[in-house]
């Protein structure tokens, strides 16, 4: 999922205005998705005037309800999805590899 920032500043990070609901957001679908195991964020990386949130779930149905069914502001969240599969999660792997 990346969110794409509305004011970031000049070096790509984001405002005080981005953060703050980037931050509301990042609260609202981990508690909507993570205690009953729909879904689990493994990992959020900012940078650019975005941020990813990678999720991996049980269900895609069932991730977009709860998605939809979360408390919303009065404009959209600035999200795009995307979605593939990966049960092996090579993705986490490669991620977490380039960092070390």
């Known amino acids: 999922m990346f969110w794409m920032m509305k004011n970031p500043t000049t070096d790509g990070l984001a405002s005080p205005e981005d953060i703050n609901l980037m931050h509301l957001f990042e609260d609202r679908i981990v508690h909507a998705t993570e205690p009953d195991g729909v879904a689990i964020l493994t990992m959020v990386l900012t940078g650019r005037g ?3 949130f990678v999720f991996y779930v049980r269900s895609r149905n069932e991730f977009l309800q709860r998605l939809t ?5 009065d404009s959209r ?6 979605a593939t599969d990966d049960p092996e999660w090579a993705y986490y792997d490669n991620e977490l590899h380039q960092v070390q």
Request: hydrophobic content about 20%; overall charge negative; charged content about 30%.
């Open 50 to 52: 975005e941020r990813e």
């Open 69 to 73: 069914q979360m408390p919303q502001e």
């Open 77 to 82: 969240y600035p999200i795009t999805i995307h």
